[in-house]
């Protein structure tokens, strides 16, 4: 193969691996109305929104986009979605039309164009709540959770007008909604364009993400292959137990010591970090609470009693080793949101990885008994067995300056001292129920988020995205062209 047919099928090769890489549409943060005491409020970036970049060539792509209406033709009846442009330095709302295979944004501006290139306002995470609110001016301001398009407005809408056709029957043909901006100036103004032409309305409908207040995790199932669990042998506490009277006696104390018990449930798109979260595991009573997406950790304290028998003058050490865990794993589990105002939860199935540490095994160790006075080990007698006559007979010292040896070791005796928050973790108690597989399925849609029709709720639509079907089969196709070029 000459220089020039080398270059010429390299160049070729790069062409096509840009052609078969997926290219991730660019994404930008969402502004929502938190505050509905005062005109301009405070604005806060939306955990389940974004703003993201158009992109004909990914079909799956408005399965999540955020529907602003509905188009309606003799033709043809499909659902318009949430976009907008800039124009002029401004982003601009508008609603999405379909020309042949492809989409375009209609901006809701005094231009009044057709953009091939925009944003479309995306609910990947599937538990943002997001609906179209009713608004007139008499109303206190700008409602919570409106979202914010340019500088000073939000993303509004009016029902566009009905005409009678030539029978006399009134009907509608295109879009049922004029999208356009709701502008607080003064007691407020829903700005849309009709009829090419800019109209200001008193009433209308405000677009409104409501967030959840609160989650819940439930079916955690965790990826058994994948498991990770290190474990490390600690020193807990160490004590003395020494007898300072003149006589064989009982002596004994409480071993008192700390450790940390920590919790990481991960993170996910369209969860919002730092929410207050309540974990059912499989055999616990009690939720554990943390705030999603942060690491948890809880100081926890256990007392051990420990008694034994020592003659006077003499001690032991005891020694408190415990089994600190860490417990690393993929799981699944089912997550649930929880809005004011409403009784009702919407849940979906999540993917993630949590992180456990915790404290499991506690033992305790002793040393030989030894002299308070010197430290020296304190010997004990040896007994030895006669055969021939059956007796026994006891090793015993001469000297009058020491205690008496001891006729056998001490046993030493512990047990709990209160509530004990040390043992197996649930989590690893529960591994042999978890799937056998590493296959977690997160791309399920929400249970109880599918539109109402008689609710007129502005949700993302639902599926799995094809986008990593089409990755895998070009990264193998890239790989057999690889190999073939290589070898040429």
């Given at each position: 193969m000459?220089?020039?047919?080398?270059?010429?099928?390299?160049?070729?090769l790069?062409?096509?691996?840009?052609?078969?890489?997926?290219?991730?549409?660019?994404?930008?943060?969402?502004?929502?109305?938190?505050?509905?005491?005062s005109?301009?409020?405070?604005?806060?970036t939306?955990?389940?929104?974004?703003?993201?970049?158009?992109?004909?060539?990914?079909?799956?792509?408005?399965q999540?986009?955020?529907?602003?209406?509905k188009?309606?033709t003799e033709?043809?009846?499909y659902?318009?979605?949430?976009?907008?442009?800039?124009?002029?330095?401004?982003?601009?709302?508008?609603?999405?039309?379909k020309?042949?295979?492809?989409?375009?944004?209609?901006?809701?501006?005094?231009k009044?164009?057709?953009?091939?290139?925009?944003?479309?306002?995306?609910?990947?995470?599937?538990?943002?709540?997001?609906?179209?609110?009713?608004?007139?001016?008499?109303?206190?301001?700008?409602?919570?959770?409106?979202?914010?398009?340019?500088?000073?407005?939000?993303?509004?809408?009016?029902?566009?007008?009905?005409?009678?056709?030539?029978?006399?029957?009134?009907?509608h043909w295109?879009?049922?909604?004029n999208?356009?901006?709701?502008e607080?100036?003064?007691?407020?103004?829903?700005?849309?364009?009709?009829?090419?032409r800019?109209?200001?309305?008193d009433?209308?409908?405000?677009?409104?993400e409501?967030?959840?207040?609160?989650?819940?995790?439930?079916?955690?199932k965790?990826?058994?292959?994948?498991?990770?669990?290190?474990?490390?042998?600690?020193?807990?506490?160490?004590?003395?137990?020494?007898?300072?009277?003149?006589?064989?006696?009982?002596?004994?104390?409480?071993?008192?010591?700390?450790?940390?018990?920590?919790?990481?449930?991960g993170?996910?798109?369209?969860?919002?970090?730092?929410?207050?979260?309540?974990?059912?595991?499989?055999?616990?009573?009690?939720?554990?609470?943390?705030?999603?997406a942060?690491?948890?950790?809880?100081?926890?304290?256990?007392n051990?009693?420990?008694?034994?028998?020592?003659?006077?003058?003499?001690?032991?050490?005891?020694?408190?080793?415990?089994?600190?865990?860490?417990?690393?794993?993929?799981?699944?589990?089912?997550?649930?949101?929880?809005?004011?105002?409403?009784?009702?939860?919407?849940?979906?199935?999540?993917?993630?990885e949590?992180?456990?540490s915790?404290?499991?095994?506690?033992?305790?160790?002793?040393?030989?008994?030894?002299?308070i006075?010197?430290?020296?080990?304190?010997?004990?007698?040896?007994?030895?067995?006669?055969?021939?006559?059956?007796?026994?007979?006891?090793?015993?010292?001469?000297?009058?300056?020491?205690p008496?040896?001891?006729n056998?070791?001490?046993?030493?005796?512990?047990?709990?001292?209160?509530?004990?928050?040390?043992?197996?973790?649930?989590?690893?108690?529960?591994?042999?129920?978890?799937?056998s597989?590493?296959e977690?399925?997160?791309?399920?849609?929400?249970?109880?988020?599918?539109?109402?029709?008689?609710k007129?709720?502005?949700?993302a639509g639902?599926?799995?995205?094809?986008?990593?079907?089409?990755?895998i089969?070009?990264?193998?196709?890239?790989?057999?062209l690889l190999?073939?070029?290589?070898?040429?």
């Amino acid at each position: 193969m000459t220089s020039n047919s080398c270059l010429i099928s390299l160049g070729c090769l790069l062409v096509l691996i840009q052609t078969l890489a997926p290219a991730k549409s660019a994404e930008h943060s969402v502004f929502t109305h938190k505050n509905a005491s005062s005109v301009l409020g405070q604005l806060v970036t939306s955990s389940t929104l974004v703003w993201e970049s158009y992109d004909p060539k990914d079909a799956t792509q408005l399965q999540f986009a955020v529907e602003g209406g509905k188009y309606v033709t003799e033709d043809e009846h499909y659902p318009m979605y949430v976009c907008r442009v800039p124009i002029d330095g401004i982003q601009v709302s508008g609603h999405t039309e379909k020309i042949l295979q492809r989409h375009v944004c209609l901006a809701a501006h005094y231009k009044h164009g057709k953009y091939d290139n925009f944003d479309v306002l995306m609910n990947k995470g599937h538990l943002g709540k997001v609906g179209w609110r009713h608004w007139r001016k008499f109303d206190a301001g700008v409602p919570v959770g409106a979202i914010r398009i340019g500088d000073d407005s939000y993303i509004g809408r009016h029902r566009a007008p009905s005409q009678p056709n030539k029978d006399g029957v009134v009907t509608h043909w295109g879009a049922d909604f004029n999208l356009g901006h709701l502008e607080p100036v003064g007691l407020g103004k829903i700005r849309v364009i009709e009829a090419e032409r800019e109209k200001y309305y008193d009433d209308g409908e405000v677009l409104v993400e409501t967030e959840p207040f609160r989650y819940e995790l439930r079916d955690i199932k965790l990826d058994r292959l994948r498991t990770d669990i290190q474990e490390n042998m600690t020193e807990l506490v160490t004590r003395k137990l020494e007898n300072l009277e003149d006589k064989y006696s009982t002596v004994e104390t409480i071993l008192s010591y700390t450790f940390n018990y920590n919790q990481y449930w991960g993170s996910h798109e369209g969860v919002a970090r730092g929410l207050p979260t309540k974990i059912f595991e499989k055999d616990e009573a009690v939720p554990a609470e943390i705030n999603w997406a942060l690491k948890h950790t809880e100081k926890r304290s256990e007392n051990k009693a420990v008694h034994t028998k020592l003659w006077p003058g003499t001690a032991i050490n005891v020694t408190l080793r415990g089994n600190y865990v860490t417990l690393e794993a993929p799981y699944s589990g089912k997550l649930f949101a929880f809005y004011y105002g409403s009784d009702e939860s919407v849940s979906r199935k999540i993917s993630a990885e949590v992180r456990k540490s915790y404290l499991k095994e506690v033992k305790l160790e002793f040393s030989p008994v030894y002299w308070i006075e010197n430290g020296t080990l304190v010997p004990t007698t040896t007994t030895t067995t006669t055969t021939s006559t059956s007796t026994t007979t006891h090793a015993t010292t001469t000297s009058t300056n020491e205690p008496t040896p001891i006729n056998e070791p001490p046993l030493v005796h512990m047990k709990d001292n209160g509530v004990q928050h040390s043992g197996p973790d649930t989590l690893e108690k529960t591994l042999h129920d978890s799937p056998s597989s590493n296959e977690l399925n997160s791309h399920e849609a929400p249970e109880n988020m599918s539109s109402d029709p008689g609710k007129d709720v502005a949700l993302a639509g639902f599926g799995v995205n094809a986008a990593g079907s089409t990755f895998i089969a070009g990264s193998t196709l890239l790989t057999l062209l690889l190999t073939l070029f290589l070898s040429l």
